[in-house]
């Protein structure tokens, strides 16, 4: 059983409204941080390895290297635009302009806080009620890294991200994006509430009515 509100806790989620570096426009993005119980060296493997990824997020083929380009079973295909070992992974998303970055830092105790931010261009997210489509993903993402790292077997993947313990997390997890997107003044009420029944759908489709 997940323990749903601690692992809530675990995780930090921001969504924010920026300028585009090169001046074009508007991103929207969202970023999630959490603390894992394992040397820097061991999580970067576990997010890098295509011998790992399987085991607790989804089998990765391709080029895996800088440059290279890769594909996500059942997923999104990019391409890898920086690969820093044990800092820094930087990808495309499906698109060119959908820029995922994981950046990892050791702390004092030997622990690893890894960082993801998923940065879209405000045409495709609509809003920054557009976290509620991605946001919950990542963080079923994250918790079966925790799971894998601390040597617990989640067994097929798939099932357990389907299965209702974890669709119970991802409920919760959709109501604190909303609550992340509603602190960030990116949306409004009604763009929230709308994300809001298409994220259930998407992430627990079993509990909603």
Not at 164 to 188: C, I, L, M, N, P
Not at 195 to 200: D, E, H, I, T
């Amino acid at each position: 059983m997940i323990d749903i509100a601690t692992q809530l806790k675990t995780v930090y989620r921001e969504v924010k409204k920026r300028q585009a570096d090169d001046e074009q426009g508007e991103s929207v993005g969202v970023l999630l941080r959490r603390r894992y119980s394992a040397e820097i060296d061991d999580v970067w493997d576990a997010l890098t390895d295509p011998d790992r990824l399987p085991r607790w997020f989804a089998p990765v083929t391709g080029e895996l290297k800088e440059g290279g380009r890769f594909e996500v079973e059942g997923n999104a295909d990019g391409e890898i635009l920086r690969c820093e070992r044990p800092e820094l992974l930087e990808l495309t998303w499906g698109s060119e302009d959908s820029i995922v970055a994981l950046r990892l830092a050791s702390d004092e105790n030997g622990d690893t806080v890894v960082e993801l931010e998923h940065t879209v261009p405000i045409e495709l997210a609509g809003s920054g009620a557009g976290s509620l489509y991605v946001g919950p993903g990542w963080d079923v993402s994250l918790l079966g890294l925790d799971k894998y790292v601390r040597g617990e077997e989640i067994g097929d993947v798939a099932e357990w991200e389907n299965s209702q313990d974890t669709q119970r997390f991802s409920q919760h997890s959709v109501s604190a994006w909303a609550k992340a997107t509603e602190s960030s003044g990116t949306a409004t009420p009604d763009q929230i509430d709308e994300a809001r029944k298409v994220s259930l759908a998407q992430f627990a489709p079993d509990l909603t009515t």
